[in-house]
T-cell receptor
Framework: NAGVTQTPKFRVLKTGQSMTLLCAQD?????MYWYRQDPGMGLRLIHY???????AKGEVPDGYNVSRLKKQNFLLGLESAAPSQTSVYFCASTRDSYGYTFGSGTRLTVV | DQQVKQNSPSLSVQEGRISILNCDYTNSMFDYFLWYKKYPAEGPTFLISISSIKDKNEDGRFTVFLNKSAKHLSLHIVPSQPGDSAVYFCAASPTGNQFYFGTGTSLTVIP
């Protein structure tokens, strides 16, 4: 019972590099989300998807892009990483837009 | 601007006593509220929810109270156990889809 799997778990990027964070869920959930957690800020929604092929902006979308080509996968891309994007990133999914199941997080450092 | 606030960054309680975690919000359109628990190096885990048509919801040792006129909710844990030591986040949403999270309260239950 994998639930929500995030890869990678840790990554260090240089400023200006690009990368993609992968979120995979095996629960057939419709809704998927990307959050970032920063000290003193709680979790803030970056982008979300209400079904395969759909995406929408959240609270802090700038500097990120997402894609949901398959129902089970939600990808978060950073085209040109900046130190301000140093954070812990959490992916979540839910069947009915309530009571998310979260992944264990990706710790990203941009130097 | 933080729409969901948890003004107590930390709380210590003796084992067996009641833990009360508080959360305030500013947006009167919020109708759905959740509490999550988070252990270090793990993703948040859904704990309990409440919608604005109710003022109380119980699940075992956990009870959430909602006071819409005061824009305030609280989580009561009775009796508190050492395994409850974690960071607790409240979250609120107008639609049940895009949730805004508080900054978290770190609960320590002392044996």
């Amino acid at each position: 019972n994998a639930g929500v799997t995030q890869t990678p778990k840790f990554r260090v990027l240089k400023t200006g590099q690009s990368m993609t964070l992968l979120c995979a869920q095996d629960m057939n959930h419709e809704y998927m989300y990307w959050y970032r957690q920063d000290p003193g800020m709680g979790l803030r929604l970056i982008h979300y998807s209400v079904g395969e092929g759909t995406t929408a902006k959240g609270e802090v979308p700038d500097g990120y892009n997402v894609s949901r080509l398959k129902k089970q996968n939600f990808l978060l891309g950073l085209e040109s990483a900046a130190p301000s994007q140093t954070s812990v990133y959490f992916c979540a999914s839910t069947r009915d837009s309530y009571g998310y199941t979260f992944g264990s997080g990706t710790r990203l450092t941009v130097v | 601007d933080q729409q969901v606030k948890q003004n107590s960054p930390s709380l210590s309680v003796q084992e067996g006593r009641i833990s009360i975690l508080n959360c305030d919000y500013t947006n009167s359109m919020f109708d759905y509220f959740l509490w999550y628990k988070k252990y270090p190096a793990e993703g948040p885990t859904f704990l309990i929810s409440i919608s604005s048509i109710k003022d109380k919801n119980e699940d075992g040792r956990f009870t959430v109270f909602l006071n819409k006129s005061a824009k305030h909710l609280s989580l009561h844990i009775v009796p508190s156990q050492p395994g409850d030591s974690a960071v607790y986040f409240c979250a609120a949403s107008p639609t049940g889809n895009q949730f805004y999270f508080g900054t978290g309260t770190s609960l320590t239950v002392i044996p």
